[in-house]
């Protein structure tokens, strides 16, 4: 099993920027493809970011493409979420996902979940 504990989220302004961090532990990190899902009140879960094992792939939700960046340090178990130009309706709880597939990692069932940090954008 991987444990996953995010942090960095917070109140900032809109257009401000947040960094998120996803610290794994537990099984190996880099034998999982990585992501990002958030939720607001009142709406589903939806997809924002994944990056394959190595980085070198990244898949982005078109509301975040030009915006959010997803990063990951191999060597620090650590995944990143870089997001400039905060808009009120990024405010939502972000988790953190680790999975076992890139290509069909938004609809994909296994995995593991944070628990997620709340970033709240005020306009």
């Known amino acids: 099993q991987v444990q996953l504990v995010e942090s960095g989220g917070g109140l900032v302004q809109a257009g401000d920027s947040l960094r998120l961090s996803c610290a794994a532990s537990g099984r190996t990190f880099s034998s999982y493809a990585m992501g990002w899902f958030r939720q607001a009140p009142g709406k589903e879960r939806e997809f924002v970011t994944a990056?394959?094992?190595?980085?070198?792939?990244?898949d982005y939700a078109d509301s975040v493409k030009g915006r959010f960046t997803i990063s990951r340090d191999n060597a620090k178990n650590t995944v990143y979420l870089q997001m400039n130009s905060l808009k009120p309706e990024d405010t939502a709880v972000y988790y953190c996902?680790?999975?076992?597939?890139?290509?069909?990692?938004?609809?994909?069932?296994?995995?593991?979940w944070g628990q997620g940090t709340q970033v709240t954008v005020s306009s």
């Open positions: 990056i394959s094992r190595s980085g070198s792939s990244t």
């Open positions: 996902k680790a999975g076992p597939n890139f290509v069909f990692f938004r609809g994909a069932k296994a995995g593991y």
